[in-house]
Structure formats: C-alpha cells, structure tokens
C-alpha cells in the first residue's frame, strides 16, 4: 500500500546527500559510505553528488535520482523517485477505515486519505487503491524524496 509503510518519505528538498545516503543504507542495511547517489534524465547518468552536496531542485533539473551500491555497475540500482506537492489541500479529518479522529497520517501518494494506524490502511486498501492513482495531482517543483 502507499501510504503507512511502503513509501517512505526520505527528506525534503533542499537535504545534504549525506544525510539522504545515511537514510537510504538504514533502510537497504548497506554501509553508507560505499552508496553513491547520482542524478538520472532519459535513463543517463547527468551528474555524481559527493557526500558534501546539496540535492535541490535546482541541481535535479527534474531528473530521477539513483542510488548505487558499486558505482561502476548498474547492478542493485534503487531508483529515487522526486515528487511535488498535490493541487487539492487536505480534506479528511478521521480515519478512512474506523472513522476514528486524533493522530492521523495521510496517503503518501494522494494525500487525500487520512489513517489512524497501518492496520486501518491495510484494512481499506483495496477500497483506496484505484481512487489513489487518480487524485494524484502533482504542480510546482519536487519537494519529496521517496522509494
């Protein structure tokens, strides 16, 4: 499902790629020191970023970023997709499984959809997952790095 568990929100834009990289390898359980994060338009390889770096909207130019355990090789390649904002500001104030109020987190991918836990988001998936697709309404600049 894309909301709780599945897309995990790695930072927003502007971040320093150490901190992305350091995120990433918790999560693939991979040294952060031998990734590499590169910058991808038309499936090219456009640009490395050293740990030092900012990844920005500017230094994107709407690409994709790729993260590479060996750098030479293609082989075990994440794709880093980037992300805007969507166009409709958020409505829902419950649970759209249990109706129940409070702490609740939205749908990563529509934002429409509000859950108060990720047995709910389980539970209402099959309901949500054709509507998902179809609210997704992206405008402006990437603003949200995610898997």
Do not use: M, W
């Amino acid at each position: 499902p894309p909301a709780v568990a599945r897309c995990k929100v790695y930072a927003h834009l502007p971040v320093g790629a150490n901190i992305l990289l350091k995120r990433i390898s918790e999560d693939i359980k991979v040294d952060c020191d031998k990734l590499t994060l590169f910058t991808v338009s038309k499936s090219t390889i456009v640009g490395v970023f050293s740990a030092t770096d900012i990844v920005s909207n500017e230094n994107l130019n709407q690409g994709q970023l790729i993260v590479r355990e060996n750098k030479n090789s293609a082989e075990n390649s994440i794709l880093i997709k980037v992300v805007s904002a969507v166009s409709e500001p958020f409505v829902q104030k419950s649970c759209a499984c249990c109706g129940t109020t409070g702490d609740l987190k939205r749908c990563l991918r529509c934002r429409k959809v509000s859950y108060c836990n990720q047995e709910c988001q389980k539970k209402h998936y099959k309901n949500h997952k054709s509507d998902c697709k179809a609210l997704l309404q992206t405008v402006g600049i990437p603003q949200v790095l995610y898997i």
